[in-house]
């Protein structure tokens, strides 16, 4: 391939990628993390999550329930 | 890093020597499978606009993109690093310290700033960080001993191709702050007080000449030679040049709107006829207040990011400007005396 034409590809694939940040479609902007700093309501959740687990370990007669295989164990 | 001490451990407990990395070296604990690092981009749509159209104009190099590990506000910042470079910066740092900032706004205070900017109005900017520092004196007695009216040239030349771009503290801010300082202390009852800067008497006479014309002072070059002064004037001939190869964006409405309450821009270069001089007295006086109210830029080149023709036209302004200071630091280095006031070597 001449060096033009591999120059063009290249400018090709960061107008490619670029295509897809404007777009909100870029893989790095799936990952769950980046779905989660993003987005109010996933954060709102956790937060009433972590809170009500919390409480769960205030209740005396509780037990706390196991996590799902390869789960680590919630962290209040 | 720890050698010749005895690990200690508790019973049951890892020793340290277990836990820390050894040699001389910095491990950091990972989980498997997790990366280190999580990009995003949220908020950036100006950033993304804009480096989409400076990869169209080729203004951006495509191999930038990986080192700025995809990000496109990295990728713009790096591609005008690379045009700074391009167009002189390594020249422009010996006598300038000055940074370029792209923004959406030019007063960061105001409430109608856009919180995420879509990139129809942006904003490049030059500003000092430092002030540049030149002794004009030596080189103006070398001029005037090959033509006596090449000292009013050189200086007058100097001083306009860089002022177009950026601002030069001189003799004529010193004289206006000498005329502002009587203005305030005339009809005062202990007016004889107070001591004002003797400006004109430090002003030497081989400037205040009529300078050559641009034919005249190419006739005057052929007859200097390779002559300190006929270098000199090459030097300069070429700064003038390159400083009318683009002009100054005019401001527009909203631009003003946005620097109604700012002070004039910071110097970028102080320009002595003698160390010490009342011009540079002027100047220290001067600067204690420049900062009290946030300074205009020293040159604003907007554009909007969805029109590639205004890109264009703003970065090759910025070129222009670019290369006019790095051709000013070249006159300043054949300056006699000037290799004191090297910013950056």
Redesign the interface.
């Given at each position: 391939m001449s060096q033009t034409r591999r120059?063009e590809a290249?400018?090709q694939?960061?107008?490619g990628?670029?295509?897809l940040?404007?777009g909100d479609r870029?893989p790095?902007?799936q990952?769950l993390?980046?779905r989660f700093?993003?987005c109010t309501d996933y954060q709102n959740a956790t937060k009433l999550l972590t809170e009500a687990l919390g409480a769960t370990g205030r209740w005396q007669k509780g037990s706390p329930l196991s996590p799902p295989p390869g789960w680590l164990p919630p962290l209040t | 890093m720890a050698k010749g001490i005895t690990p200690v451990a508790a019973a049951r407990l890892a020793s340290a020597a277990d836990l820390m990395g050894t040699g001389d070296q910095l491990a950091i604990p990972r989980l498997e499978g997790v990366p280190l690092e999580h990009l995003y981009s949220a908020g950036d749509s100006a950033f993304i606009v804009l480096a989409r159209t400076l990869v169209r104009l080729d203004l951006a190099a495509p191999e930038d993109w990986p080192l700025a590990h995809r990000d496109p506000g990295a990728y713009v910042l790096r591609t005008i690093e690379r045009w700074i470079a391009a167009h002189g910066g390594g020249a422009i740092r010996r006598r300038f310290d000055l940074y370029a900032t792209l923004g959406s706004n030019l007063d960061e205070y105001s409430d109608k700033n856009e919180e995420n900017p879509d990139g129809t109005q942006l904003y490049l900017t030059v500003d000092p960080d430092r002030c540049g520092f030149v002794v004009l004196g030596p080189t103006l007695e070398v001029l005037e001993k090959a033509h006596p009216r090449l000292p009013a040239t050189f200086y007058s030349l100097f001083a306009h191709a860089l002022n177009v771009w950026v601002r030069i503290y001189d003799f004529h801010d010193a004289e206006d702050r000498v005329t502002m300082l009587k203005d305030w202390i005339e009809g005062e009852a202990d007016e004889d007080q107070y001591e004002i800067p003797d400006v004109e008497r430090c002003i030497p006479a081989c400037i205040k000449g009529h300078p050559l014309s641009r034919r005249e002072l190419r006739e005057v070059r052929v007859q200097l030679g390779e002559t300190q002064a006929g270098l000199l004037v090459d030097a300069l001939l070429d700064l003038a040049g390159i400083s009318g190869h683009a002009k100054r964006p005019e401001l527009t409405d909203r631009m003003r709107e946005e620097l109604c309450d700012t002070n004039p821009p910071l110097p970028s270069l102080l320009a002595v006829f003698v160390e010490g001089d009342a011009v540079e007295g002027c100047f220290d006086e001067e600067g204690q207040t420049m900062m009290e109210v946030t300074p205009e830029p020293s040159v604003t080149l907007p554009f909007n990011a969805h029109q590639p023709e205004s890109v264009r036209q703003a970065f090759r302004t910025f070129g222009v400007i670019c290369n006019t200071l790095a051709a000013a630091s070249r006159v300043i280095d054949l300056m006699p005396g000037s290799e004191r006031w090297v910013i950056q070597s």
């Open positions: 120059k290249a400018k694939a960061v107008l990628e670029l295509e940040l404007a870029h790095r902007n990952t993390i980046a700093a993003r | -």
